[in-house]
């Protein structure tokens, strides 16, 4: 698998899948979130308000993904993925790992060969950049990553930010 890092807006990722960082009631938000709403237009809120109606009636929890169209946006898929709001006090690192290797599993399960993720957690739920991207890389080079993931031959990391640029660009 590819990594690539750039700063930039995940809304004009011509990637497959872009990784949202959504909230737990997927029907939008701040952030990554409301920007990728915003850019995919009501498709995607049409969408993820179907999810609500009939499998996620409770929203989606920390550290799980799912995946939904990308309506007006050029990537095929949006994949979302709810991280653990620091905040709130939800600190347990390996929910900020999981939010990385379920976006993946997801991906590999719809058919994305090349994925764009933001800085999960890093925004409003609290989480340092730094702590971010050394979760991001446990996940995505852990010991099975190539047997897991075959289909997936690229993620590109589209960070928002110096501050989190130089967090990833650090670690990978």
């Known amino acids: 698998m590819e990594i690539t890092l750039r700063t930039g807006d995940i809304t004009t990722s011509t990637l497959d899948a872009v990784v949202n960082a959504a909230n737990s009631s997927l029907l939008g938000g701040g952030g990554v979130d409301g920007a990728i709403h ?3 237009g009501p498709a995607l809120l049409a969408e993820c308000r179907e999810l609500r109606d ?3 009636p409770d929203g989606l929890p920390p550290g799980r993904a799912v995946a939904t169209g990308a309506g007006d946006l050029a990537a095929r898929w949006v994949i979302h993925t709810v ?3 620091r905040h709130a006090g939800q600190t347990d690192v390996s929910v900020l790992e999981s939010c990385f290797s379920a976006s993946l599993d997801e991906a590999q399960r719809i058919g994305a060969h090349s994925v764009a993720f ?3 957690g890093a925004g409003v ?4 950049a730094a702590e971010v ?3 991001a890389h446990r996940a995505l ?3 099975d990553a190539d047997e897991r993931w075959p ?3 690229r993620v590109e990391f589209v960070l928002f930010g110096q501050a989190a640029a130089q967090a990833f660009d650090a670690v990978f």
Request: aromatic share 8%; hydrophobic share 45%; charged share 20%.
């Open 118 to 120: 933001p800085a999960i």
């Open 133 to 135: 991207a050394r979760a």
């Open 38 to 40: 915003r850019a995919a």
């Open 141 to 143: 080079t852990a010991e």
């Open 125 to 128: 739920y609290g989480w340092d």
């Open 83 to 85: 991280g653990p709001n």
């Open 54 to 56: 009939s499998t996620l």
């Open 151 to 153: 289909d997936v031959a």
